[in-house]
């Protein structure tokens, strides 16, 4: 070999070269695909993974606060996008391509829609599970409820007595002629009262029921919750029907005092305490089908129904926690404790088709 060297000089500075530069070729290409190796980690590593897309009907007064905390404790990024009306649509019209991943909502009938349209997907999840009693959950694990709110009846102070109102069914009682105020009708709110009623007593019992309440009307349904407790300050009715959040919000209302004095001049009473108990509806959490981040998604949802950020949800908007054992805000604790209503909220979204048909049977809101 030496001597193939010797005599072939320009040959041996030939195999010198092509040594030499074929070993930096190998260190370029090893190079290069180390280089590869960290952009496909970094793509695919929990880092980057850990992240949440939400869609929420909650407004950010209330979300943004838990989604920092939920950041701050798991370093997941949660990117919110706040859809006050619409949010079921708008999931269908994006099908399996959505960008969501978790959907929170309002109200059992957007859950009832979520489900009906195949929207959303089942959780199975032991600490959801745990935190969520099961009747403020799907049977089959697609929504969690979150929240709690009570539909109580606010009653004037004075005009009043307290033996008058004890039971929704005193609604429709003869001496509440002209005497009660409410909302639509066929507002959400109502229409999960309504088919709760419908869950309890049945359809017959309770277009009664209702019938009887809209003979009692003091005026025509109009305006929100509060419009009605307004009304009562006002000396219009002396009753309506309302959810208990709203009470906090009216009380602690600094930038319109009027609305402290609307709240001074009423008590919530809880219906049926001797009872099936008063109707409470769920704010709820569930999964859409987006592929990507799933486990971060279920990490979110399952926060949510933590200690913590149920602590979050009873001191920002007076709320009762979802999960047995939290404190609650005071000024709710200072309402007294009340029995619930324990039908599943998914045997009342049940009956909310029936209800909005009998809303217009006894054309409740002319």
């Excluded at 649509?89 to 991943?101: H, I, M, Q, W």
Aim: with cysteine.
């Amino acid at each position: 070999m030496l001597q193939l060297i010797l005599i072939f000089p320009k040959l041996q500075l030939r195999m010198l070269l092509i040594c030499v530069y074929g070993w930096m070729d190998m260190k370029r290409l090893a190079s290069k695909i180390a280089v590869m190796a960290l952009v496909v980690a970094a793509f695919s590593s929990p880092l980057r993974a850990a992240e949440v897309n939400l869609y929420s009907e909650r407004q950010p007064f209330l979300i943004d606060p838990l989604i920092a905390a939920f950041t701050a404790k798991t370093g997941i990024k949660v990117n919110a996008v706040y859809i006050k009306k619409g949010i079921v649509e708008r999931l269908r019209a994006e099908g399996d391509r959505t960008p969501a991943n978790v959907v929170l909502t309002t109200q059992i009938g957007n859950l009832q829609s979520l489900v009906q349209e195949g929207l959303i997907l089942p959780v199975k999840s032991p600490v959801l599970q745990a935190n969520v009693p099961p009747q403020y959950r799907d049977t089959e694990g697609r929504w969690y409820g979150l929240t709690l709110r009570a539909r109580v009846i606010y009653a004037h102070k004075d005009r009043v007595g307290a033996d008058e109102v004890k039971s929704f069914a005193d609604l429709a009682k003869p001496y509440m002629k002209g005497r009660i105020c409410t909302r639509s009708g066929k507002h959400a709110y109502n229409i999960d009262l309504i088919a709760s009623r419908i869950a309890i007593d049945g359809v017959e019992k309770t277009e009664s029921w209702l019938r009887g309440v809209k003979d009692n009307l003091a005026r025509r349904p109009q305006g929100n919750d509060r419009a009605q407790v307004k009304a009562i300050h006002e000396g219009e009715c002396d009753v309506s029907i309302g959810n208990t959040y709203y009470m906090g919000k009216m009380a602690t209302n600094e930038k319109d005092p009027e609305q402290i004095e609307w709240a001074n001049s009423v008590r919530i009473v809880f219906p049926d305490q001797d009872g099936s108990g008063t109707h409470v509806n769920v704010s709820g959490g569930a999964l859409t089908h987006a592929r990507e981040n799933r486990d971060a998604a279920i990490r979110f949802l399952e926060f949510l129904t933590s200690d913590s950020a149920q602590k979050i949800y009873a001191e920002n908007n007076f709320e009762y926690p979802v999960k047995p054992g939290v404190a609650l805000h005071p000024m709710v604790a200072s309402w007294g404790e009340y029995k619930a209503d324990t039908t599943p909220m998914s045997e009342i979204a049940a009956h909310r088709a029936e209800a909005s048909r009998m809303v217009d049977r006894v054309n409740f809101d002319n």
